[in-house]
């Protein structure tokens, strides 16, 4: 079945830098778009950003914009976001997701919080 193993995630400062993975498996990663995801504490969950198959077009969410990279290994069936400049805004949940057949698969989540 497909799955994804989140990593990466921790306490950082302002300022600082990490780089979240997402290990798929269970279907043909190479063959589909995917996405990182993030959900604040009572927030909605909102879509970062997204890569298509190839990795040839990203997408990104305004307050992200310059700061964050999204790509992808598709011989290594990972995904990754390189996220910089962080700042306690960016505190979330950070969940990789794709979406197969009208289902969307969603991670476990790997924590980001950004504190001083």
């Known amino acids: 079945q497909v799955q994804f193993v989140e990593s990466g995630g921790g306490l950082v400062q302002p300022g600082g830098s990490l780089r979240l993975s997402c290990a798929a498996s269970?279907?043909?990663?190479?063959?589909?778009?995917m996405s990182w995801y993030r959900q604040a504490p009572g927030k909605e969950r909102e879509l970062v950003a997204a890569?298509?198959?190839?990795?040839?077009?990203?997408n990104y969410v305004d307050s992200v914009k310059g700061r964050f990279t999204i790509f992808r290994d598709n011989a290594q069936n990972t995904l990754y976001l390189q996220m910089n400049s962080l700042t306690p805004e960016d505190t979330a949940v950070y969940y990789c997701?794709?979406?197969?057949?009208?289902?969307?698969?969603w991670g476990q989540g790997t924590q980001v919080t950004v504190s001083s």
């Open positions: 890569i298509t198959a190839t990795g040839s077009i990203t």
């Open positions: 269970g279907f043909p990663f190479r063959s589909y778009d």
């Open positions: 997701n794709t979406r197969l057949r009208g289902t969307n698969f």
